[in-house]
């Protein structure tokens, strides 16, 4: 979470959509690798998910996914497998995790080692691959599109991973809302009102973003923010079509009472936290 981003300017908490969820670190090999916050993120992620996992991002993607009984189902950034349970318990045949950072991958062979159908891979899905084999009914990308460098390789590689009409779903931070350093929260004292601004959007950016903010030496990561153009763009490239699209609220409630707490359920309300979008692989 940006420190920016941590209190409102009259000193108050800001409103329940926070903390940010965690970017996921870089691919490994550069200065800002998975590995190095794997254990971190593992633990706060863990075999459910997080907070925001449970309540918000797993109910969204598993309704928008639609897995059936039988299905294969390929899971890119997979980190610790978080998908894993909820598909098992939906009936899926098989179920592939691709991650570029080798030791979630060892997290998540670890907790779901008893899972015979979850087979798990150490790979960048920005690369050509054996596994992008047109071969799964369905395939999924949560919270870790705006941590890939290349999104018209990602969306390639997970268009040829589904066979002709297969199904995705992605869900990520909300472009238009969640960017880090260059998103806060206010407070309009004159009309009682909590409002969203908006420092930039328009330009594509790569921004640091600090896993322990205050603590010395804390691991970086690296947000790629693209306006939603992009990312539309990038999707209909690789010959894949936008079928669903959910705006995903904050499940949190507002402790606040009085003016500042109705400002803070209204804003609960109007600003969403994550996008989720449903898409299926066209014929041709």
């Known amino acids: 979470m940006s420190r920016n981003e941590q209190r409102r300017k009259d000193g108050r908490p800001r409103a329940p959509h926070g903390p940010k969820p965690p970017a996921r670190p870089q691919p490994a090999g550069t200065s800002t690798g998975w590995d190095a916050v794997a254990a971190w993120y593992d633990k706060l992620v863990g075999e459910s998910g997080s907070d925001y996992h449970r309540h918000v991002i797993l109910p969204a993607a598993l309704r928008l996914l639609a897995a059936q009984p039988g299905e294969s189902v390929i899971d890119l950034c997979c980190g610790q497998g978080v998908l894993v349970r909820p598909l098992v318990e939906a009936g899926i045949a098989r179920y592939t995790g691709i991650d570029a950072s080798a030791q979630l991958v060892r997290a998540a062979r670890q907790r779901h080692a008893g899972t015979s159908i979850a ?10 691959a054996s596994w992008a084999d047109g071969s799964s009914d369905a395939a999924a990308c949560l919270m870790a599109v705006h941590d890939v460098a290349d999104i018209d390789a990602l969306f390639s590689n997970l268009a040829r991973s589904l066979r002709v009409g297969g199904r995705a ?7 238009c809302f969640r960017i880090p350093k260059r998103s806060h929260w206010g407070w309009d004292a004159d009309h009682h009102l909590q409002f969203r601004r908006i420092d930039a959007y328009a330009t594509p950016q790569d921004i640091e973003v600090t896993t322990h903010p205050g603590k010395a030496h804390s691991p970086t990561t690296v947000f790629h923010h693209r306006p939603l153009a992009d990312l539309i763009r990038a999707i209909a490239g690789a010959g894949l079509r936008i079928t669903g699209c959910e705006e995903l609220l904050s499940h949190r409630k507002p402790t606040s009472h009085g003016p500042h707490g109705r400002a803070e359920r209204r804003a609960a309300a109007e600003f969403p936290l994550f996008l989720a979008l449903a898409m299926t692989k066209n014929n041709g």
């Open 119 to 128: 087979r798990f891979h150490v790979a960048d899905v920005c690369e050509p």
């Open 169 to 175: 779903v992605i869900v990520l931070m909300h472009p």
